[in-house]
């Protein structure tokens, strides 16, 4: 595609439960990442796959938050029990290869009431 | 662990002014930055990158600087407009950390 998109635009849950959040990266790069942005700050790296797998997972808060990306192209960041914490914006970026120029959608605002 | 930082929060200028805004980062072995744009509601906008081999680079209205003696970077903005009015962030590519960022106001 033509840029990186990002479903959906918005999402409102309820606490406990369980979220998917989508991701298609420009056609062709190799490395896809998953930032969280609170209001007022800066975006804040959880995971960064090159191809299928994950190479960096460090930034991922806790064990309710997993992403995959089964063909190496679309991914899918899903979180689970749901907290009122988690609301942000959750973006997406792609890059040709790992330390290139990384690409924004943009984003998903997840709203946990 | 070793982040980026920005020095001021908030910066407004008047139209037609050159704009800087400041960014400190703490790795040394950082080597390539990229300063971003982001408007309200949209994901961050590539403004321009600089890698560590270089100290400066120019690009449309837009300059970035890089001293690696105290680990500095800065980007300017000549002849500031209103729409230029968003938050910069700048980011260390390889530890994929953004700094918090500087609000530019820019005044008709």
Redesign the interface.
Known sequence: GAG?SQTPSNKVTEKGKYVELRCDPISGHTAL?W?RQSL??????LI?FQGTGAA?DS?LPNDRFFAVRPEGSVSTLKIQRTERGDSAVY?C?SSLRQ?????????TRLTVL | GESVGLHLPTLSVQEGDNSIINCAYSNSASD?F?W?KQES??????II?IRSNMDKRQGQRVTVLLNKTVKHLSLQIAATQPGDSAVY?C?E??D??????TRLTVKP
Do not use: S, T, W
């Open positions: 990186v990442y930032y007022g700050q800066g975006p804040e790296f960064y960096d930034g973006l970026a330390g290139d120029e990384q690409f924004f959608g943009p984003g | 390539y990229i971003y509601g949209k994901g961050p906008q590539f990158d962030f980011a590519i390889n994929m950390r953004f700094g918090a960022g």
